[in-house]
């Protein structure tokens, strides 16, 4: 495609110039095709901040994103329980659940299709098997349905807040109270549309409750219990009692820690997920270990006070 700069368009960055003559594109799909070379202002390859001065000749060499279908890949996985239904694995941290923008390899859904072969196709292509998820940065233990009964089953039981998970968090700050509960409903945050807020008084309903484990200065260790499936729940209702989870920059955490080493997530880990298996009905309780680099943060906070 050929596009012509016109006067009344000097000044404005290249990426935005792009944006407002083809709207049909995402703003982030038209600064990768920059960053990839294919477009060229006056012959030559540009930067997004590029200014423009409004006479210029923009080059753009689009390219379609492949489709967002899960395929196979030879990915290691942790699996801590399988049975005709179902597989649980232990998800580290920095995996991404399922395919999406910017995201199309190395997915847990990817590992899952090449070692299962066959999940549940009510998720779509997409998303086979998945009846819930886990953020990128959060590890632990998530549930795969492996046939269509199964994902209609735990479906049906996360729906219903049958399903009891429990979290492990360290959190900015000492909680007073050994435990408590915090009710707020959770928004998208209007100022930062990456982020949900619970500091609004609408929003979706949203109930977590904690149990303090340990306290050291500056710092808790907390059981958390969710109680309703929204969308950054932890990460949110944390922030806004003003306990904020170590490492979770979005949510108000400190990028560095004085005397601590860095820890390069979050510290927020699925510990335990209790449910009844879609065949017999009976309570399965799975648990998956906390992973190994927030074990040695854990004792990285501890040596102060030794």
Avoid: C
């Avoid at 998800?91 to 997915?107: C, Q």
């Amino acid at each position: 495609m050929i596009l012509q700069a016109e006067a009344p368009e000097a000044g404005l960055r290249l990426d935005l110039f792009l944006h407002r003559r083809l709207p049909q594109y995402s703003r982030a799909r038209l600064q990768q095709w920059i960053r990839e070379g294919r477009v060229r202002v006056a012959g030559r390859p540009a930067k997004p901040s590029l200014v423009l001065r409004g006479s210029e000749v923009v080059e753009v060499d689009p390219v379609e994103l492949p489709p967002l279908k899960a395929v196979p890949e030879a990915i290691p996985l942790e699996v801590l329980y399988e049975d005709q239904d179902l597989v649980a694995v232990n998800k580290p941290a920095g995996m991404v659940v399922h395919a999406g923008a910017g995201n199309t390899a190395g997915t847990l859904v990817n590992a899952l299709l090449h070692r299962f072969h066959s999940l549940s196709s009510l998720g779509g292509e997409l998303r086979p098997g998945l009846v819930h998820r886990l953020d990128r940065d959060t590890s632990g233990v998530i549930l795969i349905a492996r046939t269509d009964a199964a994902h209609r089953s735990l479906a049906a039981q996360f729906s219903g807040r049958e399903v009891e998970k429990v979290y492990l968090a360290l959190v900015h700050g000492r909680l007073a109270a050994d435990s408590g509960r915090i009710d707020k409903p959770i928004a998208r945050d209007p100022q930062r549309r990456t982020r949900m807020t619970a500091r609004l008084a609408s929003g979706r309903p949203a109930l977590t409750s904690y149990r303090v484990l340990r306290r050291w200065p500056g710092f808790s260790y907390l059981e958390v219990r969710i109680h309703t499936g929204r969308t950054h729940q932890i990460r949110a209702h944390l922030a806004a009692i003003g306990h904020p989870v170590v490492g979770d920059r979005l949510y108000g955490a400190p990028a560095r820690i004085p005397g601590l080493p860095s820890l390069g997530r979050f510290f927020l880990h699925a510990h335990r997920i209790r449910f009844r298996s879609p065949s017999t009905g009976r309570p399965l309780t799975i648990e998956a270990p906390l992973a190994a680099e927030l074990a040695a943060f854990l004792e990285a906070v501890e040596k102060p006070s030794q």
